[in-house]
């Protein structure tokens, strides 16, 4: 056993260890490790476990950690102990969602009008830092040295990217892009906002999920959002693209991923046309909120401050209404709308970044004396398609287009409280869902878990998820729980049945 530097410096002799006779060895064991730990927390914070004490004196005599010390010692003795010291997970700080600094992700393809929203976006904000970090594909940042005198002129601090497509280097240039900002507000910078100007051919579900799993960054900083700036004039094109087998059409999950799009340069298209793509674009994503835009110009307040990731924020919304059709369980619904994609991995074939395709990501938390929910949200990336098929506000069904069956988003809304040990096992459905069920792209969700005082909410985003308890259920408020599924042919029906079954009866 390796000691630390500042326990192994300490004379020991000249330092006595004082102990009531009537204690147990594990009690001792117990003040051993703690006092280890404080004298090492201003060095390298360290965790001690002891697994072996003994007496000095009898080195061949391993103790009961359940007998007296007076059993076993007398004042002036000297114990030996064994045991394992390994460096403390890193604590990070606890800041409310709505203290963290936010993050605003720009996506869209090439020349959909990025880089002019976040020119627009600087000039307009002007009382307000904002810190940008550039993605560009290749060895030249065209768009920085284009536009790098307005924006060094408008931004605080510009962090250009240029050895990769964001999804290749997401965890490595991002995390350091995100950690120097963040540097630099600990040294006393004025930072309120980050923007994330990716490249045009980045696909931003590796970018979420940076922001899902790494606890470094996500405890000082927040996604807000995602904002896809789609060209009205060329968008179906891009849509419509020929891919290579196994590849990504970017352009197709930039807007099925994203919080809300900008259909820009509407002067370039006639009404009928605009009408079409919006349509298109409905049918991909029906949880963004579409946006007119000429000139990527829109209101600001429509940029700032979604909190489309805040979970905690998910209790003040509708959630339910962010999906198409909404059907009621037992004093609850469900229902549903088309359109939707899926992918293989699309990346550079020497690229080593875990994109993600497949699998899944555990989750669980304790509620009351009821365990966890374990289970996971799982599944890859699946060959990208859409379509668009919803009802009218009447429940008439409307008219369907050739790409019904290639997306869903529902809803179920359901009175009553449900059993944790159901609801995990629910989960662990969802993240293992066979292919004739459909495939799941994004989940949100405010529970009411019997037994549990608080609100509990779930997202997931492709394979990873992260559940927390917002707000307490308030005396006599009904306990509904909501769930907003958007995904590729779904099988509403089996979704529903399987939360339906994890409601007490």
């Known amino acids: 056993m390796r000691l630390p530097p500042p326990v192994a410096s300490i004379d020991w002799k000249k330092r006595p260890f004082k102990v009531l006779p009537s204690k147990t060895i594990m009690q001792l064991m117990e003040e051993t490790e703690m006092l280890v730990e404080e004298m090492c927390k201003d060095d390298e914070p360290v965790q001690f476990q002891i697994q072996v004490l003994w007496n000095q004196k009898d080195s061949k005599k391993a103790l009961n950690p359940g007998d007296k010390i007076g059993d076993h010692f007398v004042a002036g003795d000297t114990f030996c102990c064994h045991g394992d010291i390994v460096t403390a997970p890193k604590q990070h700080p606890k800041i409310p969602e709505d203290q963290k600094l936010p993050v605003t992700i720009l996506t869209g393809f090439l020349g959909a009008g990025k880089t002019t929203l976040l020119n627009y976006i600087l000039q307009e904000q002007r009382e307000k830092k904002i810190a940008v970090i550039e993605n560009e594909f ?88 995602v904002i896809a700036v789609a060209d009205a004039k060329h968008i179906l094109d891009r849509l419509d693209d020929n891919i290579e087998e196994g590849k990504v059409n970017e352009a197709y999950q930039q807007v099925a991923f994203c919080d809300k799009i900008l259909l820009n340069k509407l002067d370039l298209v006639s009404p009928d046309y605009a009408i079409k793509v919006k349509e298109r674009l409905r049918s991909i994503n029906a949880f963004a909120k579409i946006l007119p835009a000429v000139k990527s110009r829109v209101k600001i307040s429509e940029l700032t ?89 009447h429940g008439h069904a409307a008219k369907k287009s050739r790409h019904d069956s290639r997306v869903n988003s529902m809803a179920i809304v359901r009175e009553g409280e449900i059993l944790p040990q159901k ?83």
């Open 138 to 225: 290749g060895e030249v940042s065209i768009d920085d040295s284009l536009l790098k005198q307005d924006k060094l002129a408008l931004a605080e601090k510009i962090v250009v990217m240029d050895n990769g497509c964001m999804c290749c280097t997401v965890r490595g240039d991002l995390a350091e892009g995100l950690n120097n900002i963040m540097k630099e507000v600990k040294k006393g910078a004025k930072i309120d906002q980050i923007m994330i100007e990716t490249t045009g051919m980045a696909d931003p579900v590796p970018i979420v999920r940076t922001f899902m799993t790494s606890e470094e960054i996500s405890s000082e900083i927040r996604l807000d959002g």
């Open 305 to 393: 401050d979604l909190r489309a990731h805040d979970m905690t924020n998910f209790v003040n919304e509708e959630i339910e209404k962010e999906a198409e059709d909404v059907e009621h369980g037992h004093g609850g619904h469900g229902g549903g709308h088309a359109g939707g994609h899926a992918h293989g991995d699309g990346h550079d074939p020497d690229c080593t970044e875990d994109h993600g395709h497949g699998g899944g990501h555990g989750h669980g938390g304790a509620h009351g004396n009821d365990g966890g929910h374990g289970g996971g949200h799982g599944g890859g990336h699946a060959a990208e398609g859409h379509g668009h098929g919803h009802k009218d506000e």
């Open 423 to 505: 609801l995990g096992a629910f989960m662990q459905t969802l993240g293992q869902l066979p292919p004739e069920k459909g495939t799941i792209f994004r989940i949100k969700g405010i529970l009411a878990v019997k037994n549990h005082p608080y609100k509990h909410v779930f997202h997931a985003v492709m394979d990873v998820s992260d559940e927390e308890d917002a707000g307490p259920w308030a005396p006599g408020e009904k306990k509904v729980s909501k769930m907003v599924f958007i995904g590729k042919g779904l099988d509403k029906k089996f979704i529903r049945d399987g939360f339906e079954d994890i409601f007490e009866k």
